[in-house]
Structure formats: C-alpha cells, structure tokens
C-alpha cells in the first residue's frame, strides 16, 4: 500500500516550495525573504504552503484497558494554486499506528490512497506522507495512538482525587499533537474540527471546544474557530460541571468542584477586565478543567476550557493570576498565534504583560507589581546561568525540542518589551494598539517580524523609534532600559529578611502569620543561600511552613530545606514530590537535591516511587535530569 519513495517530491526537505522559491528570487527585498524564510516550521513535516489541512473530523474510542485511542480522523484539504502538480499531503505523527488511509467517496470502490510513514525522527515523529489525486477533497486515516504517547496520560483509578474511576487527559503544545493525531502539526496551520468520542460507562468526555450533544457514551464536539493543532485538547473521567458565571465555570472530579468554583470565583471579572481592555472575548464560554495533581503544568490554554494544576487551589484564591494568565491567552496565543516556536515569545511575552494588566484592574497596582517583581527575579536567575543563545527572544530552536524554549525568557524578557513600550508611548496609545493588533492578526499566525513591522507602522509611523526593538528581539540579555517593578512592601520585607538571618530579630517578631503568598515566597527568596537548619527550624516552628499547603510557598520552602540540610521537611519532600506532577515544581526540587552524592540517591529513590504517577513530559525531563530511565 506505500508509494514508491521516488514518487513524492522533494520529501524530506523543510522548505515549503513557494518559500524557498521566493527566497531565490532577487526582486524580493531582503527583508521580506527573511520573513519568508522565518515563516518555515521547523518542527514540522508538513509543507502547508503546498497541500493544507482546514478541517478536521475526529471519531475516537477511548480505550483505558489498553491505553490507547483508535478511530478515524478525517481531513479536509486543499492543494494551493502555486504547489507542484503531485505534491503530496504530508502530516505529521508521533507514534501512531496506521491502519489505512483512504479517500472520501462511493465506499464500494477501492478506495484506499497509498502512503509511506518516514522514519521516526527522536524528536520530530514520522512523516506520513500521503499521493492524493484531487486538488482538495477528504483524507480519512484509521490509526490508534500507542500507550506511550508523549501528549496523553492515562491514570489508573488510585492516582485521581475520587479514586474509583480511571481519568485520560491530553497535552498538545508544543508538537506533541502528532502523538494522538495525524495532523498538520505547527503553529502556523490552524483548522476548524468536529469530535465524536466514545468512552466506556460512567466516564465523560470534554474538549476544549463546543459540546454539541451526548448520546449514550458518545459526546460530539465542535470547534467552529481556526485553530493551531496544540490547542486540540481532550480529558475523561468522573468529571462534573458547576457554573461560576454567565459565561464561566469549572469542569472537575465530584470531590474537587466546589473548591474550584470557590478559588476561580472571579474569573467572570477577569473575563469582562480582559474584554475591556483588549477587545471582545470571542470564544463564547471560558471555562476551567481542574486536573488530576500529575498535570505537568501550571495551566494550559486550550480554548474555552482552560485546563489547571489542582496545585492552583489554595483555598484563598491567592495563585489566580494563573487563571487571569490562561484566560489572556484567549486573546494572545489562540486568537493572534505566533507562526512557529521561534515566536513562542509572541504568545507567552503578550500573555504574561496581559495576565499582570488583569490582576492590576482585579486586584490593583500594589499586587500586579509584586507579580512584576517575582517575575523579574526569576528571569534575572536564569540569565545567570543561561548561556546566550537562549537568552534571545527570537529563539533559535533548530534540531531542539521546542518544549526546551519553555524558559522565563519568552515570559518575562517578552512582557518586559511590552511594557517598556507601554511606558513609552503612554497606556492608552498603548491599549489602543493592543485592541488594534488583537483584531488585525484576529484567527491569524504570525512571525516575529510580522509582528515588528506591524509594531513600527503602528507606534512609530515616522521613526526613529525610541525603543531598540532589534536589541531586545534578538540580542542576549536584558537591555538596559528594560523596566525595573518597584514594591514598598517586598523592600520592608527583605529588610526583616537580613535582620532575621542576622540573628537580630527572632522569627516569632517578623509578625509574618498573616503575610500573603506573594510576601511570603519573596520572603523565602531574599534570605540568603545559606541558613543554619537551626534558624530554617525556628522558622518552621513559628509559621509552620514545613505544613503549608499552598504549592508555591511549600515548593520554595522545600528548595531551602534542601539547600541547607533541613532534615524537618523530609517527610514532605517526599511527599511532595510523589503526589504532585507539575514540572514547575519538579525540576528545581530535583535538581537542588543532586548538587550532592547523597541528595542525588535520595532523588533517585523518590523519583522511582514517583515515576509512574508523572506525564510523559515531565519523565522525558526528570529522567534527563537524574540520568536513568530509557
Ligand atoms: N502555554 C503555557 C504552557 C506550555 C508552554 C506548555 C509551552 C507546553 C509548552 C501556559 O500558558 C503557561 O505558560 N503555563 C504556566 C503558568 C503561567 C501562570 C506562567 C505554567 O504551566 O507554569
Ligand atoms: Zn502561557
């Protein structure tokens, strides 16, 4: 059933054609060849530019026993004008087995297309390549996922919050789509699709799409928006809904919905402070899914249905600027996309000023600064360590795996250039051009120079512009006029940080019992490397931090047991990191505990206990971190 390799054109070779051929035409100015050469995916096989996907239709039978999803998928496709005759439709996949690929039609007839599955690149899949004839039409593919697919996690009843029924949830961004469906897998090819999901009895299926309807144990999906494939995304489980606005409410495990309606209470606010700000949501309902504690992020951004880390619940709503954070990338990521991972930063550095201008409007300035704050610190941590290549915002990811650019650079570096510019041409002129660029690029991905062309004829019509947009794109570093958060209470509290590791006051007086999270974990951070366990005991005892249930004040307070031999955090440690799966939290904890022979055996240990409850991705991570696994 394959074709003969020599039958498809130029195969393996990245370049879309109409790309590279522009790119060898000299009457094209320079710029716009580099724009066009950046327009090219590098982590995908596909040659959209040729033959493009733009609707996909999806009937999947969820199979717990054996881990696996099979069915059909379906795709619409349409061969451009300018692509050679024959070019094939090529997708991409991680893992799948293919069982046939056909064409639409008189099923009567044979009508079965013929394809080859490259070889599996480690960290880009295979390339299905498929011969099609007609210039648009329907590819319909049968295939089952494996039961290690890098985007789906498949838990067994004991590791959910209710413990009777097992749960399945997908991770798409950033190529691991292709591990679950053949599709078109780059940031720069967005599709509409339609979902029919079949799971066993007593189980629900939610997408991050409309529901169309339930019939039996068959939920059918729609998702009427263009879309990039890694915002396909799909959970099952016990799962149950409760409303928390008009537009608003949360998806979860019986036990676990009421607190999450509680701590996502204000997340209409957020929605109508977003709207007002940025434009219109238009999305329709913004819900939320809380995860069972293995979800390897903080939140994922899948359109309408936010998904999140139960890792959120506080019980005090005081970790919300995650949601306000998902929430804005309604506006950009899903709306506005950045076209390949190189522009990651678009997506993330957009997303994390508008998260900070959210808070600002929930919860005032004072809050939304101690967020700047944090954020900048972190930032500053890596570019100490970072070497730099990685340090620019216009990455380059060539022959890496994308999830590596998931460093604070696009977040913080991206969200200071925002508010340097904001800083420079006044807020309202800059919200103005916000709304302007969210409508402009509305359904559409974009490359960085998109964006900076955009940006010039936008904000700086007559040049010279007064921001060196080229330095902060794609120099190393942080530029000298990057913006510099200023909190009056982070600086009294690392003034009662130095007084209280001088030994001048005793912990009991810093009077710390009714700090707010934010103090707390800048607190935690400002003392210095090294605290006597005596001192981290006396802490301990007066505000029982070793207890805290709150994920990111115990993290930090973890990472400083572990730095100064604390042994009374032990038992939470391992706790800690065998009942939570959030690669955030994960990495740092591990990579603190093997800076000594001993701490290394002892990650080792928790890490074998911990290792079949994690999701791929933070495997894949942890075991290159410890060195073991496959
Ligand atoms: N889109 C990201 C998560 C992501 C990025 C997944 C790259 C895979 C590859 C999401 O919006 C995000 O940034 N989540 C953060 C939380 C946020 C508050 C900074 C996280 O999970 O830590
Ligand atoms: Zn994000």
């Not at 068959?218 to 396909?232: A, H, N, R």
């Not at 999140?308 to 005081?318: F, I, K, M, N, Y």
């Not at 990685?390 to 604070?408: A, C, F, Q, S, Y």
């Not at 794609?474 to 009056?488: F, I, Q, R, T, V």
Request: glycine residues 6%; aromatic residues 10%; neutral net charge.
């Amino acid at each position: 059933m394959s074709m003969h390799p020599l039958a498809l054109c130029v195969g393996i070779v990245l370049l879309g054609g109409s790309a590279s051929m522009s790119y060898a035409d000299d009457r094209i100015p320079a710029e716009a060849k580099v724009a066009e050469g950046d327009r090219v995916d590098l982590h995908s096989f596909s040659k959209p530019n040729q033959v493009r996907v733009e609707h996909v239709r999806l009937f999947l039978t969820v199979d717990f026993a054996k881990k696996e999803l099979r069915g059909e998928a379906a795709l619409r496709y349409k061969r451009e004008a300018t692509a050679p005759r024959n070019a094939p439709l090529v997708l991409d996949t991680r893992d799948l087995t293919i069982e046939a690929v056909m064409t639409d039609g008189d099923p009567h007839l044979d009508n079965r297309l013929s394809y080859t599955l490259g070889k599996a690149d480690p960290i880009l899949g295979a390339p299905l390549t498929i011969a099609i004839e007609r210039d648009s039409g329907e590819v319909i593919i049968r295939y089952r996922t494996s039961p290690k697919a890098s985007a789906l996690q498949w838990l067994d009843a004991p590791r959910t919050a209710g413990r009777k029924h097992p749960f399945l949830f997908s991770q798409s961004q950033a190529i691991h789509a292709r591990s679950w469906i053949p599709c078109q897998d780059s940031p720069g090819v967005r599709v509409t699709y339609d979902a029919e999901i079949r799971v066993p009895d007593g189980l629900g299926a939610v997408m991050a799409a409309d529901r169309v309807r339930q019939q039996g144990n068959v939920t059918t999906f729609k998702m009427d928006k263009p879309i990039p494939s890694y915002l396909i995304a799909l959970a099952v489980g016990d799962l149950v809904f409760r409303p928390i606005g008009k537009r608003t409410g949360v998806w979860a495990e019986p036990s676990v919905v009421d607190k999450a309606a509680y701590e996502f209470a204000d997340t209409e606010k957020m929605v109508e402070a977003a709207e007002k700000r940025f434009g219109p949501y238009r999305w329709g309902r913004y819900d939320i899914l809380v995860l069972p504690p293995s979800f390897p992020f903080g939140g994922m951004e899948n359109p309408k249905l936010t998904f999140a880390t139960p890792t959120v619940l506080a019980g005090d709503r005081s970790l919300v600027a995650l949601i306000a954070h998902e929430l804005a990338h309604s506006w950009s990521g899903n709306q506005v996309t950045g076209a390949t991972w190189r522009d990651f930063w678009l997506n993330e550095g957009f997303t994390t000023y508008l998260e900070n201008r959210i808070i600002e409007d929930l919860y005032g300035k004072d809050r939304a600064t101690m967020e700047a704050v944090l954020g900048k610190q972190e930032l500053r941590e890596e570019l100490a360590k970072f070497a730099p290549r990685d340090e620019i915002l216009h990455v380059d990811l060539k022959g890496r795996d994308p999830d590596e650019g998931m460093t604070r650079v696009p977040y913080e570096k991206g969200a200071l250039l925002l508010k340097r510019l904001e800083d420079t041409v006044g807020r309202d002129k800059f919200d103005a051009f916000l709304k302007g660029y969210f409508d402009h690029f509305a359904f559409k991905s974009l490359t960085t120079d998109d964006f900076t062309r955009y940006l010039r004829a936008e904000l700086f019509p007559k040049g010279p512009e007064p921001v060196d947009l080229h330095a902060w794109i794609h120099n190393p570093g942080l530029p000298d006029d990057a913006p510099e958060p200023k909190s009056e209470r982070f600086a009294a509290i690392d003034k009662l940080a130095a007084t209280w590791s001088d030994g001048k006051v005793m912990a009991r007086d810093l009077r710390a019992a009714d700090w707010s999270t934010l103090e707390w974990l800048h607190f935690l951070r400002a003392l210095p490397a090294k605290v006597a366990p005596e001192k981290m005991r006396e802490l301990d005892n007066a505000y029982n931090l070793t207890d805290r249930g709150n994920s990111e004040i115990a993290s930090q307070w973890l990472l400083l047991a572990i730095r100064n031999g604390y042994t009374g955090s032990d038992a939470r440690l391992d706790d800690f990191l065998t009942s939570i799966g959030r690669r955030k939290f994960l990495m740092p904890l591990y990579t603190e505990l093997s800076r000594t022979p001993a701490g290394k055996e002892r990650a080792r240990a928790i890490y074998k206990k911990a290792r079949p409850f994690y999701h791929p991705i933070a495997v894949e991570s942890v075991d290159k971190l410890l060195g073991v696994g496959g």
